[in-house]
T-cell receptor, first 113, second 114 residues
Framework: AQSVTQPDIHITVSEGASLELRCNYS??????LFWYVQSPGQGLQLLLK??????LVQGIKGFEAEFKRSQSSFNLRKPSVHWSDAAEYFC???????????FGTGTLLAVQP | GAGVSQSPSNKVTEKGKDVELRCDPI?????LYWYRQSLGQGLEFLIY????????KSGLPSDRFSAERTGGSVSTLTIQRTQQEDSAVYLC????????????FGPGTRLTVL
């Protein structure tokens, strides 16, 4: 069965520092992978997605992610974090014929001044 | 254009009561999804509608949960005889038909069962 693992529940970084959020997936075929962000009291906003092609994908707000099939990973990165990036981040894989999303448990990002 | 809207934004109910949650998808989106976000279970899929096809109900946690989508647009999620464990944020999403299309999420309905 498909699954997504986000091993880090909480991460704290200083403003201006680089960021990497980890995501590992389990899926039999070529996965469709997503990163969503959720700010407090808000719905989910798509940061970026991978379907095929270039394994390094660019998203909104300066985020990027790299698909590594050999490691079953899709880690999210940002070179310089801003205070407004504090939120919860969810990795997801689209599974099955119904296209439902299977989410990881999320990583809560705190940004220190 | 308008995004996915959900109502009410908050709902407080007593155990044993029925509740209805509404979702208005983005115009032209044929696929509609319901998810539930709770502290203990994270984000989990509930049900999926695609056009006139039979819905995928595989994520509904019990027969107290049901959903319908009228006219291929608005959807209502109904929870009968609510229990405290039903307390969660219920999120609706919609997308275009193709498999690689992004799901756009609404702001959610926060349900509290006392």
């Amino acid at each position: 069965a498909q699954s997504v693992t986000q091993p880090d529940i909480h991460i704290t970084v200083s403003e201006g520092a680089s960021l990497e959020l980890r995501c590992n997936y389990s899926y039999g075929a070529t996965p469709y992978l997503f990163w969503y962000v959720q700010s407090p009291g808000q719905g989910l906003q798509l940061l970026l997605k991978y379907f095929s092609g270039d394994t390094l994908v660019q998203g909104i707000k300066g985020f990027e992610a790299e698909f590594k099939r050999s490691q079953s990973s899709f880690n999210l990165r940002k070179p310089s974090v801003h205070w407004s990036d504090a939120a919860e981040y969810f990795c997801a894989v689209k599974g099955g014929a119904t296209n439902k999303l299977i989410f990881g448990t999320g990583t809560l990002l705190a940004v220190q001044p | 254009g308008a995004g996915v809207s959900q109502s009410p934004s908050n709902k407080v109910t007593e155990k044993g009561k029925d509740v209805e949650l509404r979702c208005d998808p983005i115009s032209g989106h044929t696929a509609l999804y319901w998810y539930r976000q709770s502290l203990g279970q994270g984000l989990e899929f509930l049900i999926y509608f695609q056009g006139n096809s039979a819905p995928d109900k595989s994520g509904l946690p019990s027969d107290r949960f049901s959903a319908e989508r009228t006219g291929g647009s608005v959807s209502t999620l109904t929870i009968q005889r609510t229990q405290q464990e039903d307390s969660a944020v219920y999120l609706c999403a919609s997308s275009r038909r193709a498999a690689n299309n992004e799901q756009f999420f609404g702001p959610g309905t926060r349900l509290t069962v006392l």
